[in-house]
């Protein structure tokens, strides 16, 4: 694998489901992002960790949760969420430190539809 | 509050003009960065532009920068089909806290559609 995978592409939950998204980078990077795309509205920052620890909260709601165990690795934990949030959920990860720029390289997405 | 504004929003334009796509922004960064995003796909890194009068070039496709202007631009040249997709520009602040990392504010994209 390389760059930034995402699992799964596709989700279909219900409102009353808990449901997690996963996001794996193999660029050997210290910082990752969640971020939502929905039609109507531009890309949205959701969360940023540096070196596993949260760094930033977007004012995201408590029906989202995330997770970051190692460098590698990031979760997005998903309960009692509204048809609102139907999206695409874009992982990205960036060297971190203090790094001259924060060029991002995003995963490939996963499109949730909640019904 | 950062913000981005990207003009125009929606494109067609005919295999081998030339066009120019305009990105604002309301703070004062120097840290610039333009992505393509094709349907149903990810966004891909197009250019990083660091520095006021920074230009890079990639094929048909050129960035500039102007810090002053709080202003980017990116220029096609002779489009081609394969150009058509969605470009986004996005802009971040470099700060110490966070350890570096910051979460980037992008534009609402440039749905880019061009006819052979």
């Known amino acids: 694998e390389t760059g930034v995978t995402q699992t799964p592409r596709h989700l279909v939950m219900g409102m009353t489901n808990k449901k997690s998204l996963k996001c794996e980078q193999h660029?050997?990077?210290?910082?990752m992002y969640w971020y939502k795309q929905s039609a109507k509205k531009p890309l949205e920052l959701m969360f940023v960790y540096s070196l596993e620890e949260r760094v930033e909260n977007n004012s995201v709601p408590s029906r989202f949760s995330p997770e970051c165990p190692n460098s590698s690795h990031l979760f997005l934990h998903l309960h009692t969420l509204q048809p609102e949030d139907s999206a695409l959920y874009l992982c990205?990860?960036?060297?971190?430190?203090?790094?001259?720029?924060?060029?991002?390289?995003f995963g490939p997405g996963t499109r949730l539809t909640v019904l | 509050e950062l913000k981005v504004e990207q003009n125009p929003l929606f494109l067609s334009m005919q295999e081998g003009k030339n066009y120019t796509i305009y990105c604002n922004y309301s703070t004062t960064s120097d840290r610039l960065y333009w992505y393509r995003q094709d349907p149903g796909k990810s966004l891909e890194s197009l250019f990083v532009l660091l520095s006021n009068g920074a230009v890079k070039q990639e094929g048909r496709l050129m960035a500039s920068l102007d810090t002053k202007a709080r202003l980017s631009t990116l220029h096609i040249t002779a489009a081609v089909h394969d150009l058509s997709a969605t470009y986004f520009c996005a802009v971040d602040i470099w700060k110490v806290s966070g350890g570096g990392a910051d979460g980037l504010t992008f534009g609402k994209g440039t749905h880019l559609i061009i006819q052979p």
């Open positions: 660029l050997g990077h210290n910082a």
């Open positions: 990205a990860s960036s060297r971190g430190g203090l790094f001259l720029y924060n060029e991002q390289f």
